[in-house]
């Protein structure tokens, strides 16, 4: 469980003034702490070996002597699990329902997302925005080129519009913002990179011939995570969020009567 002191927010977005946006990024942290808790795999196994042993057990509530008897050197990590989620569920019940985030509109809720992501890095963006078969684009191609080829071109045109359709439109509590010169620059760009490269590993190929297994060696060699859609989502939302916390790297969109009076 993060600590409170990580919980840092800012923005030169805004247009609501009166919009608690401090309190939807901590409000959206939390719950996702909470979710990554309950799907922990020690809370998980801890979890269906108590329920498995004893009938209408609560594990939230019952007695730690239950939990030593029945999951001997398994108990105290369950248990400290058990701490940390009710621990969670105390503080998410005095915050923002996670509805308040979930209902705001798209670009409302990305600002609060890659501000959440600044503090909470499993916070993270859509990954369908990079699922073909929903909609999503491609961007494997691109990062394949950049490592093939050294160009970052095709990376800028292919990330770019993926940009503005999730926040270069005005929200109800948001501007839309743009990147500088309407582009992202190459050295944030080699950062969104540098996930999909650098590891090697001997690939191994299973095949099946008779009923006989048989394990096929390639060679050493550089792993290509370009198609690995988390990894993808995660690079992306971190870039995203790097642009959107720093003034340097970004405009803020504003009517042009908005503008105009700002200049009187």
């Known amino acids: 469980m993060l600590k409170s002191e990580k919980f840092y927010s800012k923005t030169n977005a805004l247009k609501d003034t009166n919009f608690d946006f401090a309190g939807h990024v901590r409000t959206l942290v939390r719950n996702t702490e909470l979710s990554r808790m309950q799907e922990k795999k020690s809370f998980k196994d801890g979890k269906k070996a108590l329920e498995d042993a004893h009938a209408d057990i609560d594990v939230m509530t019952c ?76 961007i494997s191609k691109a990062i394949q080129a950049y ?54 590993k001997r690939e191994q190929v299973k095949s099946k011939k008779d009923g006989v297994e048989t394990i096929t060696f390639k060679d050493f060699n550089y792993t290509d995570k370009s198609g690995n859609k988390k990894v993808q989502i995660a690079a992306f939302t971190t870039l995203c969020a790097v642009v959107l916390d720093n003034a340097s790297k970004h405009d803020v969109i504003k009517p042009e009567e908005e503008k105009k009076e700002e200049t009187k």
Request: proline content about 3%; aromatic content about 8%.
């Open 147 to 200: 490592y093939s080829k050294g160009s970052i071109k095709d990376l800028k045109d292919a990330l770019r519009p993926v940009f503005n359709k999730l926040i270069g439109s005005e929200g109800d509590y948001f501007y839309g913002i743009k990147t500088k010169k309407s582009d992202f620059t190459d050295k944030d760009l080699r950062n969104f990179l540098a996930p999909f490269g650098g590891s090697a």
């Open 63 to 138: 007695d730690t002597s239950i939990i030593n008897q029945t999951l001997g050197n398994d108990a105290g990590q369950f248990i400290k699990d058990r701490e940390e989620i009710i621990a969670l569920k105390d503080e998410i019940a005095t915050l923002l329902p996670i509805d308040n985030v979930t209902a705001l509109c798209p670009t409302d809720r990305v600002h609060i997302t890659l501000m959440a992501n600044a503090i909470y890095k499993s916070v993270q963006l859509d990954i369908d925005i990079f699922d073909t078969e929903k909609g999503g684009v491609d």
